[in-house]
C-alpha cells in the first residue's frame, strides 16, 4: 500500500503523504543546513552557515533587487571621464590616489606578496617588463614570454608573463568607495580583474570586475563581480557571482569601474551607474570586517590556453588613475 501512497498530497492509510516534486525545495534548504549543525560546532565561523547559505540560495536565484541591471546601464546616463558619487557621499574622504605619472614601486608591488607564479597554474608567470607607465597610464600588459621559474624540486618553463600590482605594503583598508578608470584588454582567454583581498587571510576577496575572454574573446564585455567568503580549513568557503553585459567598447574607450563596500553591503558601479548590490546577511559579514589591499591585474585565463595566437599579443590593461575613499565622520 506504501507505494501508492507517494503520487500527490493524500491521506492514504490514515498517514499523510506529499510527494517529493512538492518536498524537492524544503530538501534542499534542510541539506543547506545539515553541514553546518553537524560539523560547525568547534568552529566560530560556521555558526550560521546553515542560515547563511541559506540565504545565499534566495540571493543567487531569487534576488529581484538586481533585476534589470543591463537595461538600466544601457539607458541611464554614464560618466566615463569623472568619478561620480552615486550615494550619500558627506564624510567620504580621498586616502589614496595614483594618476601614474610614474611608477612608485613604494606603493605597487609587482607580482603577488606570496610569489611571482603560482604552481598549480604554470602557465603565467608576474613580470617586471609587462609593468610600466606611459603618458601618464599604468599599462599591464600578457605577452609570451618563456621563462623558468623553479618550486620545490622542479623547474618549470613558463610560457606568459603578465602584469600584476598591488598595494599589500603600502595599503590596506577596510570598508570604503574604490575605483579605477581603466580600459581593458580584448582577445582570447583575456581574464582582466581590479579587485580586493584579504591582508591577513583569504577569503575574503571582492571582486570589483573580472572581464573572460574565453576562447573566442567576444566576452570581454560581460562584468563579473564576485563576493568570496568562508574558511578553506573548514571547507565553508564559498561564493556569491552576478553578471552584467555592458556595452560592446569596453576593450577601445574608457570607462570607470567602482565599489562601495560598507558594513553589511557592497554595491557595485559602473560610469556611475549601480549594477549589482550585495547585501551581506550574518554569516557573510563577519568575513568582511578586516583589512584587504588592491590588486590589479592582466591574466591569461588557462582554460583556453589554445585559443591564443601568440603573434597577436601583448594585449594591454591601460589604466588612468585609481582612488579610494573612506567615510570618516
Not at 159 to 178: D, E, K, R, W
Not at 229 to 257: C, M, P, Q, R, W
Request: with cysteine; proline share 5%.
Amino acid at each position: 500500500m506504501a507505494s501508492y501512497c507517494v503520487a500527490l498530497v493524500q491521506v492514504n492509510c490514515g498517514v499523510i503523504f506529499v510527494s517529493y516534486s512538492l518536498m524537492r525545495p524544503f530538501i534542499w534548504i534542510l541539506l543547506l543546513f545539515l553541514p553546518a549543525m553537524l560539523y560547525g560546532q568547534n568552529d566560530t565561523t560556521k555558526r550560521g552557515q546553515g542560515r547563511g547559505k541559506a540565504g545565499m540560495f534566495f540571493k543567487r536565484y531569487f534576488d529581484l533587487r538586481n533585476t534589470g541591471s543591463e537595461r538600466k546601464y544601457r539607458n541611464s546616463e554614464k560618466n566615463t571621464d569623472r568619478l561620480a558619487f552615486p550615494f550619500d557621499s558627506e564624510y567620504y574622504h580621498l586616502v589614496f590616489e595614483d594618476n601614474f605619472d610614474s611608477l612608485n614601486t613604494n606603493v605597487w608591488g609587482i607580482g603577488q606578496p606570496w610569489g611571482r607564479f603560482h604552481a598549480h597554474y604554470p602557465h603565467q608567470y608576474y613580470g617586471d617588463s609587462v609593468v610600466f607607465v606611459k603618458e601618464g597610464k599604468l599599462h599591464l600588459q600578457n605577452r609570451y614570454a618563456p621563462a623558468a621559474y623553479s618550486y620545490g624540486d622542479s623547474t618549470y618553463t613558463i610560457p606568459y608573463a603578465t602584469g600584476l600590482v598591488n598595494t599589500y605594503h603600502s595599503g590596506n583598508f577596510t570598508y570604503g568607495y574604490f575605483a579605477i578608470r581603466s580600459k581593458n584588454p580584448t582577445g582570447p582567454a583575456t581574464w582582466p580583474a581590479f579587485w580586493l583581498t584579504g591582508r591577513y587571510n583569504w577569503p575574503p576577496e571582492i571582486d570589483i570586475f573580472e572581464m573572460y575572454g574565453k576562447c573566442s574573446g567576444d566576452n570581454v564585455h560581460v562584468q563579473t563581480m564576485t563576493l568570496h567568503f568562508g574558511k578553506i580549513e573548514s571547507n565553508s568557503k564559498t561564493s556569491l557571482t552576478k553578471k552584467v553585459e555592458l556595452t560592446a567598447d569596453t576593450d577601445t574607450a574608457f570607462h570607470i569601474y567602482s565599489c562601495l563596500w560598507e558594513p553589511g553591503k557592497v554595491s557595485f558601479y559602473t560610469d556611475g551607474v549601480l549594477l549589482k548590490e550585495m547585501k551581506l546577511n550574518q554569516w557573510m559579514e563577519q568575513f568582511y570586517m578586516e583589512p584587504m589591499y588592491v590588486v590589479l591585474n592582466n591574466a591569461i585565463d588557462h582554460n583556453y590556453l589554445d585559443c591564443i595566437k601568440n603573434e597577436q599579443l601583448p594585449n594591454d590593461f591601460v589604466v588612468d588613475w585609481i582612488r579610494i575613499y573612506q567615510k570618516m565622520e
